[in-house]
């Protein structure tokens, strides 16, 4: 397959920062050609993930570990705390920005942001099948189970406790819409 136009100019600048200070207003996963240094151009890397969430696939592992940069990401897409380090995986503030836009990011969350309660409404709120990736603690919890369950009904019941399912509030959300 032959490399497209934007793809052998960028190879061949690969060192210019200029160059991709500009070109990633364009394209901004032309920073995937870029080298090491320019992935770890804090100012390159936040104008293309302010634009496209997903170029953060090709920032350092340093940037990857940059709150702001993470923030930018994610709030743009919010499936993009895939790429992020495992610190941010377990910062509040990233998953509660990426859950608003994408609540499948759950998935990615520490162990302890699967238990917290803000986080898992955010996720389920936007997405109600993830809480099948809340922590045991939280799928025992009320709150989250209306959410859940006002949102996608009887998809998500078998996620939730037994003894909560039994909840006359519970019982009769399930009944009123069927």
Request: glycine share 2%; charged share 35%; proline share 1%.
């Amino acid at each position: 397959m032959a490399e497209s136009k934007d793809v052998i100019e960028a190879r061949e600048n690969l060192h210019n920062r200029e160059y991709f200070l500009k070109k990633v207003e364009e394209n901004p996963n032309l920073i995937e050609w870029a080298d090491e240094k320019i992935r770890n151009d804090k100012e390159i890397v936040l104008k293309a993930v302010s634009i496209d969430g997903g170029a953060l696939e090709f920032a350092s592992d340093n940037l990857k570990d940059d709150k702001d940069v993470l923030l930018t990401a994610t709030n743009q897409a919010g499936w993009t705390c895939c790429y992020a380090s495992d610190r941010l995986k377990a910062d509040k503030d990233v998953l509660l920005t990426a859950c608003k836009n994408d609540g499948q990011v759950l998935y990615f969350a520490s162990r302890e942001l699967r238990d917290d309660k803000d986080v898992v409404l955010t996720a389920v709120s936007n997405k109600p099948i993830i809480v099948k990736y809340a922590s045991l603690r939280l799928r025992k919890d009320k709150d989250v189970a209306i959410c859940a369950i006002s949102k996608a009904k009887k998809a998500v019941v078998e996620y939730f406790d037994e003894n909560l399912i039994n909840d006359d509030d519970i019982k009769a959300l399930l009944d009123c819409n069927n």
